[in-house]
C-alpha cells in the first residue's frame, strides 16, 4: 500500500509504504535527499552535503527510539 494517511483515536499519521505480508509487516518512509550523504555510526548521525553546507541528521532509529513529547 503507498500513501496511507490514518487515524489512531487522537491525530492523523502518514505512512509512505506499507508492506503486508503473511510473515511480517514493513513499514517504509521515504526521503529525498540530494548530493552527498555521509553516514556516521559512531555518532548515529548522517550529514548531507550540498552546496557547501553540512546539515546533520539523527539516524531514524534512534529517533523512533526516544520517548514521545507529552
Given at each position: 500500500m503507498h500513501n496511507?494517511?490514518?487515524?489512531?483515536?487522537?491525530?492523523?499519521?502518514?505512512?509512505d509504504y506499507l508492506l503486508l505480508t503473511r510473515f511480517f509487516i514493513v513499514i517504509i518512509d521515504c526521503k529525498n535527499y540530494l548530493d552527498i550523504l555521509m553516514i556516521d555510526t559512531t555518532l548515529?548521525?548522517?550529514?548531507?552535503?550540498?552546496?557547501?553546507?553540512?546539515?546533520?541528521?539523527?539516524?531514524?532509529?534512534?529517533?523512533?527510539?526516544?520517548p514521545p513529547l507529552s
Open positions: 496511507l494517511r490514518l487515524y489512531n483515536g487522537k491525530s492523523y499519521f502518514h505512512i548515529n548521525q548522517f550529514t548531507q552535503i550540498r552546496n557547501n553546507q553540512e546539515e546533520g541528521y539523527l539516524e531514524p532509529i534512534v529517533i523512533i527510539s526516544k
